[in-house]
């Protein structure tokens, strides 16, 4: 099992372990093509992921938000954290979101945010096993489609 930066490489198999994440998601290959070569453009936004035998099992991203509060310190928000079922209990998210943590660290930030759907109970209880606090912040999204 190898721990990486996920680079375009991985793009085919990273779109693959979303289809697990959200089967109505509908990813085009082409549209994520052109995202990722923007994506790669971006110094403060980077893919993590456990790979083996080349098949992406475990991912995250992160994106460093500049801030004006807090020293300037950054604010790092991780997102889309997914596990292929075949692999869980392994202790990949953890790791995946380790490096995540840790390229937060490196790049100052003072905070690290991770959303989660309201219903994936078993999904928060990971999380604050893992050091985040699901009671010290309300978060709010408006979903523009």
């Given amino acids: 099992m190898e721990f990486r930066t996920l680079t375009g490489s991985d793009l085919g198999s990273l779109l693959e372990l979303y289809q697990q994440l959200d089967p109505k998601d509908g990813l085009s290959a082409e549209a994520c093509e052109a995202a990722w070569k923007e994506i790669e453009k971006n110094p403060d936004i980077r893919y993590f992921g456990a790979v083996e035998d080349g098949k992406v099992v475990s991912t995250c991203y992160a994106v460093i938000i500049p801030n004006l509060t807090r020293g300037c310190r950054g604010i790092c928000f991780i997102e889309n954290v997914v596990t292929d ?29 991770l959303q989660s759907g309201k219903t994936r109970a078993e999904a928060h209880r990971f999380y604050e096993r893992i050091g985040f606090d699901g009671e010290s912040k309300k978060a709010f999204d408006m979903r523009l489609e």
């Fill in 85 to 113: 079922r075949k692999y869980r209990n392994r202790g990949l998210g953890s790791r995946v979101i380790g490096m995540a943590v840790g390229f937060a660290k490196e790049r100052r930030c003072y905070k690290v945010i």
